[in-house]
């Protein structure tokens, strides 16, 4: 699929699946899954939660075609390891290990989409710095609000 995308289409597919990904992500944390979170223990919170852990393995495995670097990055591990909750989540959920699993799952998330932006961070570094242009190209080009001078709208 990829192949019949230009660049531009490419990118464009993994931003909006990482939408996606981020919206599922703030959804299970509303429900009360996180990294920094104590699991709920009520059934019916973990059976609301089903159709974001859906949206989110679908989202981030989008991501993850469309993003090699990311793919065989360590940062999706966790998520690689715990997006099969959906091939056993009848089975976890007659038991209380269902909110584990959810919370596990979200911890996989949180380090994928950290990895993601450590990656867009380090490819912007790469681009960017020690570039050395005139003064007047570096102002219109590379806008760093710490250096603005009176000329910048």
């Known amino acids: 699929m990829s192949q ?3 660049q531009f289409e490419s990118v464009e597919y993994v931003q909006t699946n990482l939408r996606g990904l981020y919206s599922a992500v703030r959804n299970l944390n509303k429900l ?3 990294s920094n979170m104590a699991p709920p223990t009520d059934p019916a919170v973990s059976a609301q939660a ?3 852990v859906v949206e989110a ?3 981030g495995e989008r991501l993850l075609l469309y993003h090699k670097r990311l793919a065989i990055s360590e940062a999706a591990y966790s998520y690689l390891h715990e997006k099969g909750i959906i091939e056993h989540w ?3 959920a007659k038991t209380s290990r ?3 699993e959810i919370q596990q799952l979200t911890v996989g998330l949180d380090k994928l989409t ?3 932006e450590q990656l867009e961070r380090a490819d912007e570094r790469f681009i960017v710095d020690d570039i050395d242009l ?3 190209l570096e102002r219109e080009f590379i806008r760093q609000p710490w250096k603005r001078t009176g000329n910048d709208s």
């Open 134 to 136: 005139p003064e007047i």
């Open 57 to 59: 393995i679908l989202t």
């Open 32 to 34: 009360g899954f996180g």
């Open 98 to 100: 269902i909110a584990f």
């Open 90 to 92: 009848d089975r976890y």
């Open 114 to 116: 950290d990895g993601y």
């Open 50 to 52: 089903r159709q974001y």
């Open 4 to 6: 019949l995308m230009t």
